[in-house]
């Protein structure tokens, strides 16, 4: 995270239950916006898809989420066909060499939609330069620590966090 990241630009929340985190991601859709990015960091199996699965329900999109195991990326229409959720998974990179040939600008951040990466590490420095980035943690048993971290201009910042905070 760079040095100019405001203080009010992280938040931590545990959650006890894949239920609980798709509820976090719920709310989180409700306050992101298209062209918005969220990069998920974790191991195999901390919940990134479960987060996932949370915003695109938030979002309004009707079909199953699963991870894109064997295309890079899922295209989730929603807010009545107008708007795409993309949704990357690129676990089988093995760095940012991979990508050639895979239109990165044309999956990532495009303005008609909200765009979520699992392992957005592998994309090296081809990443986005305003984005979201939750941290999923194991924290014993089913409970997950989820760090929420904003590289972006504070009002996107606010507004991320603000929806997060929100009683549900
Ligand atoms: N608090 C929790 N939050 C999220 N998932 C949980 C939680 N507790 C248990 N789980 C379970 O952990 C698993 C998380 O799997 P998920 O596919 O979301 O992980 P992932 O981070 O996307 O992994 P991968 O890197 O393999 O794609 C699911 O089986 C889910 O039911
Ligand atoms: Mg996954």
Redesign the pocket.
Known sequence: MSDATPPDAELMLI????E??RAIGRQLAAGLRAGDVVL?H???????????QGVADGLGVRDPVH?PTFTLVHEHPYGDGERTLRHL?L?RLRGPDDLRGFDYDEHVAPEDGVTLV??PERAGALLPERYLVVA?EPAGG???RLRFAANAPAADAARWFAALRQET
């Open positions: 959650s006890n239950s894949a609980t985190t998920l974790g191991d195999l199996g901390a919940g990134k898809t479960t987060f996932a991870s998974d676990y699992e392992w999923f089913d409970r997950r």
